[in-house]
């Protein structure tokens, strides 16, 4: 027994990949406008930064 019509199952696809698209272009689009850049320091035992390491060793500092 076929409780929906056949062309539902393609409309649920097409939404499905149509969403996908817009939420990662929007997700894209975010970053870009955030535009934010970070370096990652590595604790190092020769070297002195005047950057706070924290004890598992990664750093996230903004340029």
Same mark, same amino acid.
């Given at each position: +027994?076929?409780?929906?019509?056949?062309?539902? #199952?393609? /409309? *649920?696809?097409?939404?499905? /990949?149509?969403? $996908? &698209? &817009?939420?990662?272009? *929007? @997700?894209?689009?975010? &970053?870009?406008? &955030?535009? +934010?850049?970070? %370096? @990652?320091? #590595?604790?190092?035992?020769? $070297?002195? %930064?005047?950057?706070?390491? !924290? !004890? #598992?060793?990664?750093? #996230?500092?903004?340029?």
């Amino acid at each position: +027994r076929h409780v929906l019509e056949e062309y539902w #199952y393609w /409309i *649920c696809i097409g939404a499905l /990949i149509g969403f $996908s &698209l &817009l939420f990662n272009a *929007c @997700f894209v689009l975010a &970053l870009k406008y &955030l535009n +934010r850049k970070y %370096t @990652f320091l #590595y604790k190092s035992l020769h $070297s002195k %930064t005047k950057y706070h390491v !924290p !004890p #598992y060793g990664i750093c #996230y500092m903004q340029l």
